[in-house]
Every structure is written in structure tokens, then in C-alpha cells.
């Protein structure tokens, strides 16, 4: 199956900053990256997703980039605040089977 | 307005004593997924049913089976738990082609 590389495994920023966090796939089918939200003891939930003939979308604070050559993708959190804590997972999907990265537990401090 | 629902939340069960969590869903989506979630790591996917069409995953044990009866309801049987077994267990639901997976609030699997 696809394997899903995340980095940083955990992630302190000061609220207000921004927060980057980035993922590696491994097959080049792969043609569409969801993240999502996990709070904690919560389920995860979509907070954006990008498909692979798009190289960036944003929504508000929020904003993701596709490099299908690299077979990279990155999530920008800016202007970040408290609510903001929480896992965050990547996922790339080929057909319908999802993968999941390794998860980003990122803590902003107030 | 909860769309994929699992019960139970919290599940408690013996060392080797078979145990079923379900999933039901109210989006009439054909595709539906079991994955695993221990703490701090990421949901691992074990199976899932493309409409009636089981697919496992490689490294899924046998230990773990599903049955999907219709569109609307998935199980997942654990025939033997291990204490390794103990885990959150999610259901998700998406639909064919590329769309967003929806998850359930998970059970929380404990083995004793």
C-alpha cells in the first residue's frame, strides 16, 4: 500500500505564528490529500483537501501546496490560535483507499 | 446530526473472547472502512468494502474479519482479542471516486 511520511512529529508555535507541517507519499497514483483534525478523543475531521491537479488551495487560515513531482505536500496554518491545538493527520488516496501520515500534535501557546 | 455512528463508544472485553463493534451510516455511501487507532499513532487502515467488495489489507491479521449485511451497516469481528488489540477503532464512509472519508467517534476497544 501507499506509505505516508508526516513531519514534525510535534509542533509548539506562539499563537499568532504560523504553523507548517509536511507529508511524503510514496505512490504516484496517489491522486487526492485530505487533513484532518483529530481533537483529542474526537473523531478526525476534514478541515481541507487538495486533489492532484491543483498545486495549492486555501481556505481562510488555512492553506495547502502539492508538489506531484516531489510527491509533497504541506499544510500552512497562519495567524494560528489556541483553538488550533490539536493531532493533525495527512492522508493521500488512490481510488478509494485512504493512508494516513503519522500525525502532528501541534500545542499553540498563548 | 451524526452521519456515521458507532456503537459502542467504549467496548470491554476478555483476553480472547470474540467481540463485534458496528458501524451504521446515513450518507448512503457505498464505500466503508474499518481502521485501527492506537494512541499517538496514525488510524491504520484495515479493510474496506467498495459496495459489496471486500478488500483487505495486506497486513491486516486474520484475527480481524468484517461484514457488511447492506449499504447502511458495517461490523467488525475480532475473533480472538489480544491485549495488543486494545485500541480506538474507526469507521469511515466516502463515496466512489475522489471525495472526503467521514469518520464515526470511534469504540474504544479495552482488553482484559
Known amino acids: 500500500g501507499e506509505n505516508v511520511e508526516q513531519h514534525p512529529s510535534t509542533l509548539s508555535v506562539q499563537e499568532g505564528d504560523s504553523a507548517v507541517i509536511k507529508c511524503t507519499y510514496s505512490d504516484s497514483a496517489s491522486n487526492y490529500f485530505p487533513w484532518y483534525k483529530q481533537e483529542l478523543g474526537k473523531r478526525p475531521q476534514l478541515i481541507i483537501d487538495i486533489r492532484s491537479n491543483v498545486g495549492e488551495k486555501k481556505d481562510q487560515r488555512i492553506a495547502v501546496t502539492l508538489n506531484k513531482t516531489a510527491k509533497h505536500f504541506s499544510l500552512h496554518i497562519t495567524e494560528t490560535q489556541p483553538e488550533d491545538s490539536a493531532v493533525y493527520f495527512c492522508a493521500a488516496s488512490r481510488g478509494n483507499q485512504f493512508y494516513f501520515g503519522t500525525g502532528t500534535s501541534l500545542t499553540v501557546i498563548p | 446530526d451524526a452521519m456515521v455512528i458507532q456503537n459502542p463508544r467504549y467496548q470491554v472485553t476478555q483476553f480472547g473472547k470474540p467481540v463485534t463493534l458496528s458501524c451504521s451510516q446515513t450518507l448512503n455511501h457505498n464505500v466503508m472502512y474499518w481502521y485501527q487507532q492506537k494512541s499517538s499513532q496514525a488510524p491504520k487502515l484495515l479493510f474496506h468494502?467498495?459496495?459489496?467488495?471486500?478488500?483487505n489489507e495486506a497486513d491486516t491479521p486474520d484475527n480481524f474479519q468484517s461484514r457488511r449485511p447492506n449499504t447502511s451497516f458495517c461490523f467488525l469481528d475480532i475473533r480472538s482479542p489480544g491485549l495488543g488489540d486494545a485500541a480506538m477503532y474507526l469507521c469511515a464512509t466516502s463515496s466512489t471516486g475522489v471525495t472526503e472519508a467521514f469518520f464515526g467517534q470511534g469504540t474504544r476497544l479495552t482488553v482484559v
Open positions: 468494502y467498495y459496495d459489496k467488495d471486500f478488500n
